[in-house]
């Protein structure tokens, strides 16, 4: 559950500042051009996280990597509440991807080593259906919020204090599973 509520904020987060990104730096006194910049910087973030986060995933505890993501992830979006010029600009573009770099290497990872392969096309099934719909709900809601109070600094805080922070303690009770044994001593895993 605490992978699904996961899932379900990291595709809200990333899709909603990705979809508004244009608008973000405009409110923060930057061009679009400075906006369009920063999706090289990102993308090669994200690219060197993703396969960084890979070996580290084989060397450390995956809640922990998780933890690391989305603690990224909160810098990332306190970088882009406070931006203002075109150097903050590719900071947060670069912390942002180290965060979803991140995020996709433990996502690749974790569920594999959590419950094994039997079901493993049922979870990632579930858990897309829950990523794609929470995906359309924070566009949506930055736009709202944008409308509504001129800015994105309420969701944006939102994002990083509410929703992130208390998700980065619950990710470091995201451990293994037990293996539960039937009254004859047999596995009752996946």
Same mark, same amino acid.
């Given at each position: !559950? *605490? ?6 904020? %990291? ?22 051009? @400075? ?41 990332? $979006? $306190?970088?882009? *509440?406070?931006?203002?010029?075109? %150097? ?5 573009? $670069?912390? *942002? ?41 924070? &566009? ?16 944006? !805080? ?7 922070? &208390?998700? *980065? ?6 451990? &293994? &599973?037990?293996?539960?044994? @039937? ?8």
């Amino acid at each position: !559950w *605490i992978m699904t509520v996961s899932t379900a904020i %990291f595709s809200m987060v990333v899709t909603g500042m990705t979809f508004h990104t244009m608008q973000l730096f405009l409110d923060r006194g930057l061009s679009e051009a @400075d906006a369009t910049a920063t999706f090289i910087s990102t993308g090669i973030a994200s690219a060197a996280a993703r396969l960084g986060g890979g070996v580290l995933a084989d060397r450390f505890r995956l809640n922990i990597l998780l933890s690391v993501s989305m603690i990224t992830s909160v810098l990332g $979006i $306190i970088t882009v *509440i406070f931006m203002s010029t075109p %150097f903050q600009a590719h900071t947060y573009a $670069i912390v *942002i991807g180290l965060a979803r770099g991140c995020y996709v290497a433990v996502d690749a990872t974790i569920y594999v080593r959590y419950f094994g392969r039997s079901h493993l096309g049922k979870i990632r099934g579930s858990l897309t259906t829950v990523g794609v719909a929470a995906s359309s709900i924070g &566009p949506f809601i930055m736009g709202y919020t944008h409308d509504l109070f001129g800015n994105y600094n309420l969701v944006l !805080w939102i994002f990083a204090l509410g929703l992130y922070t &208390p998700l *980065i303690l619950l990710s470091l009770m995201a451990t &293994p &599973p037990k293996e539960a044994l @039937d009254r004859s001593g047999k596995s009752l895993a996946c």
